[in-house]
């Protein structure tokens, strides 16, 4: 299994001071963490963006960034290898100086009845998205700053029980499990930790997702599965660990509302 420790610098930074605020996104070369990617860049942070199988996405992420102004950098790691993972936060903080912010955006989805599902796919899924994120909790939970954020995600699936995402949702449920006894763990720190269940969501680039009023339906995941206009919606889980305001949050706290802004998912 291959470490990359040393980032990829894929265009020039713009500024060489240190910046204030640095955000790693794990997944951050597609999909949502992408799209988070957009945002904290837009607010100045200065960027890790962690990824894995594509390269070129992940230059483009860092390249995004930079034209808007912030600094950012690429490191690809295999979030559930923990040498990796621990190259991507040292790589951080050689590059920027601290960590404040983690969202952890990387993820797999696997669709099959569970009387069907090959157990290998069931073993590379977890080892993915379980003991992924029990890694990458690890080294945030020891290196994210006072005031900073870890956000993790999980599905809404886990509440709305969809046949064929059992081995999926199972996953997400550990991760909820995971992240509400990490932000018991580091209560009094100053560090906020927050799990989001978004439900489907389109946030490849293209791609406009649009709000949805009210829970999402079979029918709903049927015309998005099927071509149909992408819906963003949310069942919003989370907690603070010490009572500092979180506005990262894809979606609220509580039922339903996600904001979307130029096509894109709009991180409250
Ligand atoms: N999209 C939805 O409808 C939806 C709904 C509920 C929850 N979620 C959750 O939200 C998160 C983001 O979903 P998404 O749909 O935006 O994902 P996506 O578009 O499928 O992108 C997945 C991201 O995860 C990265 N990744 C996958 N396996 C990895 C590994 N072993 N190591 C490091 N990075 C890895 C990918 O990197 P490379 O491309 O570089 O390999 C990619 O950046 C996931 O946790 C997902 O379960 C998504």
Same mark, same amino acid.
């Given at each position: 299994?291959?470490?990359?420790?040393?980032?990829?610098?894929? @265009?020039?930074?713009?500024?060489?001071?240190?910046?204030?605020?640095?955000?790693?996104?794990?997944?951050?070369?597609?999909?949502?963490?992408?799209?988070?990617?957009?945002?904290? *860049? =837009?607010?100045?942070?200065?960027?890790?963006?962690?990824?894995? +199988?594509?390269?070129?996405?992940?230059?483009?992420?860092?390249?995004?960034?930079?034209?808007?102004?912030?600094? @950012?950098?690429?490191?690809? *790691?295999?979030? *559930?290898?923990?040498?990796?993972?621990?190259?991507?936060?040292?790589? @951080?903080?050689?590059?920027?100086?601290?960590?404040?912010?983690?969202?952890?955006?990387?993820?797999?989805?696997?669709?099959?009845?569970? @009387?069907?599902?090959?157990?290998?796919?069931?073993?590379?899924?977890?080892?993915?998205?379980?003991?992924?994120?029990?890694?990458?909790?690890?080294?945030? *939970?020891?290196?994210?700053?006072?005031?900073?954020?870890?956000?993790?995600?999980?599905?809404?699936?886990?509440?709305?029980?969809?046949?064929?995402?059992? =081995?999926?949702?199972?996953?997400?449920?550990?991760?909820?499990?995971?992240?509400?006894?990490?932000?018991?763990?580091?209560?009094?720190?100053?560090?906020?930790?927050?799990?989001?269940?978004?439900?489907?969501?389109?946030?490849?680039?293209?791609?406009?997702?649009?709000?949805?009023?009210?829970?999402?339906?079979?029918?709903?995941?049927?015309?998005?599965?099927?071509?149909?206009?992408?819906?963003?919606?949310?069942?919003?889980?989370?907690?603070?660990?010490?009572?500092?305001?979180?506005?990262?949050?894809?979606?609220?706290?509580?039922? +339903?509302?996600?904001?979307?802004?130029?096509?894109?998912?709009?991180?409250?």
């Amino acid at each position: 299994m291959s470490v990359h420790a040393s980032p990829d610098h894929t @265009a020039a930074q713009p500024r060489l001071s240190k910046p204030s605020r640095i955000a790693i996104v794990t997944g951050g070369s597609r999909g949502i963490g992408r799209q988070a990617v957009r945002r904290l *860049a =837009a607010d100045g942070y200065a960027l890790v963006v962690g990824y894995s +199988g594509s390269p070129d996405q992940a230059s483009a992420a860092v390249n995004g960034a930079i034209t808007g102004g912030s600094r @950012a950098i690429a490191v690809q *790691a295999d979030i *559930a290898n923990e040498h990796a993972v621990e190259a991507l936060f040292d790589a @951080a903080e050689a590059e920027f100086g601290g960590i404040d912010v983690v969202v952890h955006a990387a993820g797999r989805t696997e669709l099959a009845p569970i @009387a069907e599902l090959d157990l290998s796919v069931l073993d590379d899924l977890h080892r993915t998205n379980i003991r992924g994120t029990f890694v990458v909790a690890q080294q945030a *939970a020891r290196r994210v700053r006072r005031g900073g954020s870890i956000l993790t995600f999980s599905t809404s699936v886990v509440g709305l029980a969809f046949p064929a995402y059992g =081995a999926y949702a199972a996953s997400k449920g550990a991760v909820e499990a995971l992240t509400l006894i990490l932000a018991r763990e580091l209560r009094g720190r100053d560090v906020t930790v927050n799990a989001v269940a978004p439900g489907p969501t389109a946030a490849a680039a293209g791609q406009h997702p649009s709000l949805m009023g009210g829970p999402v339906t079979i029918e709903d995941i049927d015309h998005w599965q099927t071509g149909g206009c992408p819906v963003v919606s949310t069942r919003a889980f989370g907690t603070v660990a010490a009572g500092t305001s979180f506005p990262y949050l894809v979606g609220s706290v509580g039922d +339903g509302l996600v904001d979307t802004a130029e096509g894109s998912v709009q991180l409250l």
